[in-house]
C-alpha cells in the first residue's frame, strides 16, 4: 500500500523493520448523480495516489475535470499515468498549499497560474502552514477567544 523507501531505507541502514498495514484504500460506489457532480466540477484536487487511481475506478478518468491538483509528485505521477495532465502541484506538499492553489484557480483560472502559485520560500512567507483565508489566501490572524460560563 504505502511505498516502501522508509522501510527500505530502515533495513539499509541495520534496523529490523516489520510492516504493517493499519489500514486499506479501495474504490467508493458513487451514484450516477454523484459521478455526474464530480465530471461537472470545476477542479479536483488529490492528495494521495490511491485517491486518483479509485476516482478513475470509479468515475472514469476520461470524466474528470481538466483541472486536476496534485499534491505532491507521486501523487501527479498518478495522474499522469492515468493519461491526464496535471495542472498544478501544490509546494509545499502539504493540503495547506493544496488549497492555496485550488483557491488561486478556481478565482482567476488555471491560464493565471503564474500569478498563483508561489515558491515554497514564497509560501512559507505567506504563511502556508498556518489558517489561510479561503477567499483571499492570505494568513488568517489567530484570535483568541474568551469563553464566558452560563
Not at 492553489?101 to 488555471?110: D, F, S
Not at 504563511?127 to 490572524?141: D, H, I, K, M, T
Request: proline content about 5%.
Amino acid at each position: 500500500m504505502a511505498r516502501d523507501v522508509l522501510p527500505d531505507g530502515l533495513r539499509a541502514a541495520g534496523w529490523g523493520v516489520d510492516v504493517v498495514d493499519a489500514y486499506r484504500t479501495r474504490p467508493v460506489a458513487l451514484t450516477e448523480a454523484q459521478a455526474d457532480a464530480v465530471a461537472s466540477a470545476d477542479a479536483v484536487t488529490f492528495a494521495s495516489s490511491s485517491s486518483v487511481t479509485n476516482l478513475c475506478a470509479t468515475v472514469g478518468a476520461d470524466r474528470l475535470p481538466p483541472t486536476l491538483i496534485s499534491i505532491g509528485p507521486v501523487t501527479s505521477d498518478a495522474i499522469r499515468a492515468q493519461g491526464l495532465t496535471v495542472t498544478a502541484e501544490a509546494d509545499p506538499h502539504t493540503i495547506d498549499a493544496l488549497v492555496v492553489i485550488l483557491g488561486g484557480i478556481v478565482r482567476h483560472g488555471p491560464r493565471d497560474l503564474g500569478q498563483i502559485v508561489l515558491s515554497g520560500l514564497e509560501q512559507r512567507q505567506a504563511g502556508v502552514g498556518q489558517r489561510l483565508c479561503v477567499e483571499c489566501g492570505q494568513p488568517v490572524q489567530n484570535r483568541r477567544i474568551k469563553r464566558q460560563r452560563v
